[in-house]
């Protein structure tokens, strides 16, 4: 008897005593048995609360980010025997690398993003403080902290790998532990993934439970504090989200469901052209890949009427050139299932009623290198369809099955395209940006994400089935009425926005930023005075301050910095226009001036803990400066971001830039990276 599936919850591997066989999609053999028996799923959750949350929660978001950059490493130390399994699925060595690798890189992207923006702390502190009361002692600030809940996971069969990744990636970085329930007929494929990760020790216990089989009564403990990421069937998505549990606690629900995607070839694209070739490439692609079981797959691509003939014949011939079979040799391999073959037939009945089959035979397929009766194999097949009917709008083959439907004008495609009722991806191939901007714009708000490709873009563009982890992937409607997963939102889909109200020292104490209005420490004017450039990131402290100037600003300042720049705008040199501008008045002082007047106010110039200026945020020149005004310049320090793999961290400066009457002048962030620590001399 095959070995059955293993599930690693509360700690442990859990083996029930026997299960429902899997097969091998190629040959029909028997692969493994699958059943979650025995397995106390409010006890798994419960693990997940008072285990993993815990120890995600110690962690920075860059701690976090760390670890999933090292998961990648050891994935990919690994990949070939993920790809080995992932044979076993029906899938070619590039489908491999497109499920396997795919996964990696969302790691990887998540890992960049965890230390590119987000800071080194526990908390996230989101958009700019809001003043609530005239005298500035009242104000308020979103915070977002980690649910102290679980992240389940309920994944489809597709992709066996990059599903769990992509769903587990933001939850672990947000500090939310998963659970990840795979899809039973590739489930053998997430099983050898999760043996990897438990092996390789990275990860904190409790941060990763994976369940085998069915999810019993699992749903029935859930609370308001955890989630659900399905991806599947629309109708299991609508089961599921009225589960009296999900529905009693307002438990998060995201869903990935059908999705008829679509692709637009432009009527500039004309036989011959570029995009014209683009598209016929990029449809057979998408038909192919994974044996066209994406749920980013072209279902509907719409040709101008007068190129549906041209598209038709050019697809085919491409088509004919498809071997199937072997995934080890063949172009296309072989479905995940004899189940999802029948499932696949039975589509393409439904929608040859609503046209006809110019290329494949659903019933009857030519097989390299396996038997295609035993192995999951099935024609790819392309219709032409009446887009005035329902079935090419309603009907989706989840396989090798695309149906070309004609188009007259732009308001036409926008029209077919929304009958689709939402989807995760479009794409139109078109060299004509206007065309692009009205069928984008059209077809948006049905739409998660849109490609569109044109010759200057094919050589680097990732596809329109491809999924970017920095992007949107969801999508309206009944593709699953979701768009989580994608870059810091996804993160933050994990998280909880709170907004705190507060008077500005406790905001400052509770967020870790300094807020203004709240207390500065002048520390040059201390006993033993320090400039706040001559501290380590060990001794600087959030509110500590220097305070410098005045210095006024004379007419032969402002002559010499045009000179020495070249910026003579007539607002600084020419009397007469400066006098007739409405903002002025009178000839002013560069801004820029200003900027650079402060910084020679407040910068230490002697060798010191601060090695770098890296630049200036939200730069904002507030009102003019004249002849014989006096700047003065305060510097706070408003925020301090170790960084964990180098010996220096970075510091936010708050600078406010005012003159004589304290009216500010200029305002702006300044950018150092500070040394962890610093000897005199050294």
Same mark, same amino acid.
């Given at each position: 008897? !095959? ?42 959750? &419960?693990? *997940? ?38 044979? =076993? ?31 080194? $702390? ?17 104000? !308020? ?8 809940? %679980? ?65 019993? $009564?699992?749903?029935?403990?859930? /609370? ?11 109708? @299991? ?58 749920? @980013? ?9 007068? &190129? ?27 479905? !995940? ?96 940006? !206007? ?25 680097? #563009? @990732?596809?329109?089935? #491809? ?45 870790? =930023? ?43 300042? %402002? ?5 020495? /720049? ?5 607002? &600084?040199? $020419? ?39 890296? *630049? ?12 014989? $005004? ?28 005012? =003159? ?11 950018? /150092? ?10």
């Amino acid at each position: 008897m !095959a070995p059955v599936l293993r599930s690693y919850v509360g700690g442990g591997w859990h083996a029930p005593a026997d299960g429902r066989p899997l097969h091998d999609a190629v040959t029909g053999e028997e692969v493994a048995r699958i059943s979650s028996d025995g397995v106390d799923m409010a006890a798994v959750l &419960h693990h *997940g609360r008072t285990v993993g949350g815990p120890a995600l929660r110690e962690l920075t978001f860059h701690q976090r980010a760390a670890l999933l950059k090292a998961l990648a490493g050891h994935l990919r130390e690994h990949r070939d025997e993920l790809y080995a399994v992932s044979a =076993r699925t029906g899938a070619t060595r590039f489908d491999s690398r497109f499920d396997v690798d795919g996964g990696i890189g969302v790691l990887q992207a998540y890992a960049s993003k965890g230390r590119r923006e987000l800071p080194n $702390d526990t908390v996230y502190v989101e958009g700019a403080v809001e003043p609530l009361s005239r005298g500035g002692t009242f104000v !308020a600030q979103h915070v977002a902290t980690p649910l102290r809940g %679980v992240a389940v996971q309920v994944n489809a069969f597709n992709f066996p790998v990059w599903g769990p990744l992509e769903k587990f990636a933001p939850a672990f970085l947000a500090g939310v532990p998963s659970v990840v329930k795979p899809a039973s007929p590739t489930a053998f494929l997430s099983a050898a993934l999760v043996e990897l990760i438990v092996a390789s020790g990275l990860l904190p216990e409790g941060t990763l439970q994976f369940v085998a089989g069915g999810v019993g $009564d699992l749903f029935d403990h859930l /609370t308001g504090q955890d989630l659900v990421s399905f991806t599947g069937s629309a109708s @299991t998505a609508g089961t599921l989200r009225a589960h009296p549990a999900i529905v009693r606690h307002s438990v998060r629900f995201s869903a990935e469901a059908d999705s008829l995607n679509m692709s637009a070839l432009g009527p500039d694209a004309a036989p011959g052209t570029p995009e014209f070739d683009l598209y016929v490439d990029q449809l057979v692609t998408e038909m192919t890949v994974k044996a066209g079981q994406k749920c @980013t797959a072209i279902r509907r691509a719409f040709v101008p009427a007068e &190129h549906l003939d041209a598209v038709a014949e050019a697809v085919a011939e491409r088509l004919a050139a498809v071997t199937v079979g072997d995934p080890a040799t063949a172009r296309m391999g072989a479905l !995940a299932s004899l189940e999802q073959r029948e499932e696949v037939r039975r589509s393409v009945k439904a929608l040859r009623d609503a046209g006809r089959i110019v290329f494949g035979d659903p019933e009857h397929v030519e097989v390299q290198g396996a038997d295609a009766q035993r192995g999951a194999f099935v024609s790819p097949v392309l219709l032409v369809g009446d887009p005035d009917r329902a079935e090419p709008h309603e009907v989706e083959a989840f396989g090798p099955v695309s149906t070309l439907l004609p188009y007259t004008s732009t308001e036409q495609l926008v029209e077919y395209a929304a009958r689709g009722q939402g989807s995760l991806a479009g794409s139109v191939v078109t060299g004509d940006a !206007a065309f692009a901007r009205d069928v984008v714009l059209g077809v948006a708000p049905w739409h998660g994400r849109l490609l569109v490709l044109t010759q200057a873009d094919a050589a680097e #563009s @990732t596809g329109h089935g #491809s999924p970017m982890p920095q992007l949107v992937h969801g999508g309206p409607g009944r593709a699953g009425g979701g768009e989580e997963l994608g870059g810091i939102r996804g993160v933050l889909h994990h998280m909880q926005r709170t907004a705190v109200q507060a008077d500005p020292d406790t905001l400052t104490a509770i967020t870790g =930023r300094w807020v203004a209005g709240s207390t500065r420490t002048e520390t040059l004017r201390e006993p033993g005075g320090v400039h706040p450039f001559r501290k380590s990131l060990a001794e600087l402290r959030i509110g500590d301050t220097v305070v410098a100037g005045p210095r006024e600003v004379t007419q032969a300042d %402002v002559e010499h910095f045009a000179e020495f /720049t070249g910026d003579t705008f007539y607002a &600084h040199m $020419d009397e007469a226009a400066a006098a007739a501008n409405p903002l002025f008045g009178q000839r002013v002082a560069h801004g820029y001036l200003v900027v650079s007047l402060a910084a020679g106010l407040f910068v230490d110039p002697d060798p010191g803990p601060v090695l770098a200026n890296f *630049g200036v945020d939200s730069l904002r020149f507030l009102t003019p400066v004249r002849f014989g $005004d006096a700047l003065t310049v305060t510097l706070t320090c408003k925020q301090i971001t170790p960084r964990d793999t180098a010996d220096y961290g970075e510091v936010r400066w708050d600078a406010d830039v005012t =003159r004589q009457d304290g009216e500010s002048v200029a305002r702006y962030d300044v950018l /150092t990276l500070v040394a962890k620590s610093w000897v005199a001399g050294s």
